[in-house]
């Protein structure tokens, strides 16, 4: 059952409830608009959503003047959630999410470890498209997130449960007055020359599905973005390149073929009807005959996933003979890479039908793989399986592999020990093709 905004606001009278007007939807739509990716759009509506709503109610509410911070907008909801105010000498950072969950509070790491950036206290802001309202839930400061949240290395947020938030807004007023010091010590972000900045624009220029914050190491992508000339020229590069390739479709795919598409799904199951879907064909995925399981003497990729399953099936891992596989050609800073997946259902008739992703990576054409290189499967609620290739491995492959119903899906993440990763489209095995 749904509750009505006045219903909510009687049964949690101590949280903040606001109601969304048509004209802050419509400047939320004028800021998407402005964005290039997927995740940029996504995080400017909300945002811009939030930002206006929380705005209108401190006016209303408070006796300070609430000051955006000047870089919100949508150069920087084109690279990290999230928007920062000061409100008298103190400053917050609102996290809007579209969640119904609020058990926990994710904050990117760019909010907690830059100075420049890094706020007194967080709010944790649960936005409803639907029904035209928001809740700031709960809020933090600095000095918890930093001693009790989790820090998640491969997303780079710091996850603060429940438990650690204070739900009455009212306490944060207090503090405020009292002028308590909330804020942890951070050590400077490095500055990068104006070389190295050039650089890293030119490297993340062109327009992806996503934000491009997990394409670097922290401390360089920190100095990139600390400095506002340098953020707001990446944006305009990105905005630039993708009104260009606006023309010509193809163009993203061209420059960044895994990546243009990694909002989209690999349907795993029609590999077994001897088909792929759209997806796997544009990204060149490769689909194998049918397992022998009896490796030959040549090392064509089907010969070298044959000896590399038929060393596994005598270890840990019983792969039937209905399990059929694809492989897909990578390059990734230099390194020659090629995927292996390998997927088959698990029926029984009284459990819930399953499926099975075995992802094996290796060398192109028997090429090495370099010692941490790391192979990460993930799904909704973060890392599955993580394997990384030790310098004492007696095998030159990474192999990983996960289990889920026909509705879960799978990410692969590849990362190198130089700090370059990739991300690919998730894996779903349903009988049918997806639209």
Not at 351 to 371: D, E, K, N, Y
Request: proline letters at 6%.
């Amino acid at each position: 059952m749904k509750l009505s905004l006045p219903e909510l606001r009687t049964m949690f009278a101590n949280q903040v409830w606001i109601e969304l007007s048509a004209t802050d939807y419509e400047r939320a739509g004028l800021t998407k608009k402005s964005c290039t990716n997927e995740t940029g759009c996504s995080n400017a509506e909300l945002n811009q959503l939030c930002l206006n709503g929380f705005l209108d109610w401190a006016s209303e509410h408070l006796d300070q003047t609430a000051t955006p911070w000047p870089g919100a907008g949508a150069s920087l909801w084109e690279m990290v959630n999230g928007t920062a105010l000061t409100l008298g000498t103190t400053r917050l950072v609102l996290m809007p999410s579209q969640a119904m969950d609020t058990e926990e509070l994710s904050v990117p790491q760019e909010w907690v470890d830059i100075p420049q950036w890094a706020a007194d206290y967080y709010l944790g802001v649960q936005v409803n498209l639907e029904q035209s309202w928001m809740q700031i839930w709960g809020y933090t400061s600095h000095r918890t997130l930093k001693r009790k949240a989790q820090y998640d290395s491969i997303y780079r947020t710091y996850g603060l449960d429940r438990d650690f938030m204070i739900t009455d807004l009212d306490l944060l007023w207090v503090a405020q007055e009292l002028g308590l010091d909330e804020k942890m010590p951070l050590k400077p972000i490095a500055a990068l020359t104006q070389s190295e900045a050039e650089a890293l624009l030119v490297q993340l220029s062109q327009p992806t599905p996503y934000s491009p914050r997990l394409e670097l190491e922290f401390e360089p992508w920190a100095g990139l973005l600390a400095q506002d000339e340098w953020r707001q020229r990446l944006y305009q590069q990105r905005l630039d390149n993708a009104t260009r390739a606006a023309a010509t479709p193809a163009a993203i795919a061209e420059v960044h073929p895994a990546r243009s598409l990694q909002k989209s799904v690999i349907n795993a199951a029609l590999w077994l009807e001897d088909r792929v879907d759209r997806v796997a064909q544009e990204l060149s995925w490769v689909l194998l005959p049918a397992l022998a399981l009896e490796p030959a003497a040549l090392r064509s990729p089907t010969q070298e996933l044959e000896i590399i399953l038929a060393q596994l099936q005598r270890t840990e891992v019983d792969i039937p003979a209905a399990a059929r596989s694809a492989y897909q050609n990578l390059e990734l800073a230099g390194s020659h890479l090629r995927l292996y997946a390998v997927t088959w259902p698990i029926v029984a008739a009284e459990t819930v039908p399953r499926w099975f992703l075995l992802l094996i990576l290796a060398g192109q054409s028997g090429g090495t793989l370099a010692a941490g290189t790391k192979l990460l499967l993930s799904d909704r609620t973060g890392v599955l399986v993580e394997r990384e290739l030790s310098s004492d491995s007696p095998h030159q492959y990474i192999v990983g592999g996960v289990s889920g119903t026909w509705d879960e899906t799978f990410r692969t993440t590849i990362s190198l020990v130089n700090g370059a990763s990739l991300t690919l489209p998730e894996f779903r095995f349903h009988p049918e093709p997806l639209v």
